[in-house]
């Protein structure tokens, strides 16, 4: 889990306006984090299939939200995505 002082300094990077706590970006950017802490764990604990499971399922919903927001807002999506460090997949 990522502590309360960490997710408020993600939120403050990635927020749109003052009160933004759920937008997309943010969204991406919380779980992205929560994916690479996820990752660190099941590297040391191979067998702990319910962390396994927990983790397809954030990565689904991430898949998800960037999906989104490459159709409302591609612009948005690459900044996001490179600042995140993902891959950018554009349209062409």
């Given at each position: 889990?990522?502590?309360?002082?960490?997710?408020?300094?993600?939120?403050?990077?990635?927020?749109?306006h003052?009160?933004?706590?759920?937008?997309?970006?943010?969204?991406?950017?919380?779980?992205?984090e929560?994916?690479?802490?996820?990752?660190?764990?099941?590297?040391?604990?191979k067998?702990?299939v319910?962390?396994?499971k927990g983790?397809?399922?954030?990565?689904?919903?991430r898949?998800?939200?960037?999906?989104?927001?490459?159709k409302?807002?591609?612009?948005?999506?690459?900044?996001?995505?490179?600042?995140?460090?993902?891959?950018?997949?554009?349209?062409?």
């Amino acid at each position: 889990m990522i502590s309360t002082e960490e997710k408020a300094k993600i939120i403050n990077d990635f927020k749109i306006h003052d009160n933004d706590t759920g937008s997309a970006e943010v969204q991406v950017a919380i779980l992205s984090e929560e994916i690479e802490r996820l990752l660190d764990h099941l590297k040391i604990h191979k067998k702990d299939v319910h962390s396994k499971k927990g983790l397809l399922k954030m990565v689904s919903k991430r898949r998800k939200l960037l999906k989104y927001l490459q159709k409302t807002n591609e612009v948005k999506y690459i900044e996001v995505a490179k600042k995140v460090g993902l891959k950018v997949q554009t349209a062409i």
